[in-house]
């Protein structure tokens, strides 16, 4: 007899964008902020035939959009489960779609995604030893760094007790890009853009756990890494 799979749950959507044709503070330019809600507007248009969503105020909201503006501006999306739920078999290939149009796009004269990844928000096991990466989140789904921007994102980040130089980080990205994408995997090339997609889709709970444990061992073998 055959069994439904495990739910997946909630998920994070974790994207880290710059703005280097804009002076900084980047937010006094207040075109960006509606240009960045127009697409992700657009994104999101096709949810509504399958039920509505909506960004909550606080973490107690099954859905909330969390915006933190710092040199670039990072965006914090969590979508609750049951939006999960309904849209399991094309969720990641729709955040590729979107990763992809808001490079693209004209927004701040070159929007960036300096980084991005697809975090499950559940209580999983730990997917392998308790590390910390510097410009990476472990246990993820998908992945997304940008050619242009990998290096300067990775000297932007204080780990393990020092500033990594732009030359490391070009090193990381050479390994990155030279390595094979990790078991059952797909890497996805959008101009620019590299994404890794580490499942298929978010419908087999059982099939995030393993991707989670592979992306674990495939990143802490490949960037550097200090015990968490």
């Not at 729709?94 to 004269?109: E, K, N, Q």
């Not at 419908?203 to 968490?228: F, G, K, M, Y």
Request: proline share 6%; aromatic share 8%.
């Amino acid at each position: 007899m055959r069994t439904e799979a495990a739910a997946v749950g909630s998920i994070v959507i974790d994207v880290l964008l710059g703005f280097p044709a804009v002076a900084a503070p980047w937010w006094r330019d207040g075109a960006i902020a509606p240009a960045l809600f127009d697409e992700l507007g657009a994104w999101s248009t096709g949810w509504a035939a399958r039920g509505t969503y909506r960004i909550g105020r606080s973490d107690d909201a099954p859905t909330y959009l969390h915006l933190h503006p710092a040199q670039g501006l990072r965006l914090y999306y969590k979508i609750s489960a049951a939006a999960v739920a309904a849209r399991a078999t094309m969720l990641l290939d729709d955040v590729v779609a979107w990763l992809g149009a808001v490079r693209r796009s004209d927004i701040a004269g070159g929007v960036r995604i300096r980084r991005a990844g697809v975090i499950p928000d559940a209580d999983y096991p730990s997917p392998g030893p308790s590390l910390e990466a510097r410009a990476w989140d472990l246990g993820t789904v998908l992945d997304a760094i940008e050619r242009e921007a990998y290096a300067g994102e990775v000297a932007a980040q204080y780990f393990a007790e020092r500033y990594a130089r732009l030359d490391e980080g070009d090193a990381e990205l050479a390994r990155l890009l030279a390595a094979p994408a990790p078991p059952g995997s797909v890497r996805v090339d959008d101009g620019p853009l590299v994404m890794w997609k580490h499942v298929a889709d978010l419908s087999d709970a059982a099939a995030v756990e393993r991707a989670r444990v592979a992306q674990h061992a495939w990143i802490t073998n490949l960037v550097e890494v200090a015990p968490a």
